[in-house]
């Protein structure tokens, strides 16, 4: 009988796989990578607990175009500034992926909240633009022109804050299957470029990606680099169900999908 591809892999097909995994080679990305300083109270309402605003409420845009084999891939992120206990990091609101494989990974493994976008970047000469769209919309956008390099960053370590859950089998909005947790996910950076961009950002509308809610006040940071990092996750804490419950909707385009029905309107 010819193999049935959906049956059980052996014990040695995933030894396999899980080697070669381990053994991935660098993978550079090209993007720019946005700071700006937004209202304060704007970075505590997105902010689940136990996460805390830190004392400089900014926010960082990342567009990238990654170098993958045979694979190319536009990955994304906005994300605030936040603490959990001594730990400083930043909690992603958004990260659109141009392909499912990427977005399937991190929603699964360590909460990512990614969706499927569209992330352009591109370069003609000196000039610069940058967006993150979804349903046809660019939310984020970066125009601006290349002044100069940077000198590189010694390699360093990040950490974002996510929460990884599963809304209970039995209704949405009644709740989770297990008890949410709290991911730290930290990764080790290596840039071999990077230079300044003069531009600014534009934050556009958007019902599904809300990030004009968090508007640009002072840019902080513009920048256009090569980079390569790698990541590892832990579960830091398990949270409490109650206390994530109404920041959910953040993970789903139709809040409604998370809370007590279809769309008023809708047919059922």
Not at 118 to 145: K, M, N, P, Y
Not at 238 to 250: E, F, N
Request: hydrophobic share 40%; aromatic share 6%.
């Amino acid at each position: 009988m010819a193999r049935v591809r959906y049956g059980a892999r052996t014990e040695a097909e995933i030894a396999a796989a899980r080697a070669a995994g381990a053994k991935l080679p660098d993978i550079w990305s090209t993007g720019v990578v946005a700071v700006w300083e937004t209202d304060p109270d704007a970075v505590a309402a997105v902010l689940p607990p136990p996460l805390k605003p830190t004392e400089h409420p900014l926010v960082r845009a990342n567009i990238s175009t990654v170098d993958l084999p045979g694979y190319p891939l536009g990955a994304g992120s906005v994300a605030v500034a936040a603490a959990h206990g001594d730990q400083r990091g930043w909690y992603p609101l958004v990260m659109p992926m141009t392909h499912e494989r990427a977005l399937i990974g991190g929603r699964e493994v360590f909460g990512e909240p990614k969706k499927l976008g569209e992330v352009t970047v591109e370069r003609d000469g000196l000039v610069v633009r940058a967006s993150l769209a979804r349903h046809g919309i660019a939310f984020v956008e970066v125009r601006g022109a290349v002044s100069g390099p940077l000198p590189l960053p010694e390699p360093a370590e990040k950490v974002d804050f996510y929460f990884k859950f599963l809304p209970a089998v039995d209704g949405a909005g009644s709740g989770f299957d297990t008890d949410p947790v709290l991911v730290h996910c930290t990764r080790h950076e290596r840039v071999r470029k990077l230079e300044k961009v003069t531009g600014d950002v534009v934050l556009r509308e958007s019902m599904y990606d809300p990030v004009a809610d968090l508007p640009v006040r002072k840019l902080v940071e513009l920048t256009l680099g090569e980079k390569t990092t790698d990541q590892q996750g832990r579960v830091a804490e398990r949270v409490s169900a109650r206390d994530l419950l109404p920041y959910i909707h953040q993970r789903y385009d139709d809040p409604q999908q998370i809370l007590d029905g279809p769309p008023e309107g809708s047919v059922r």
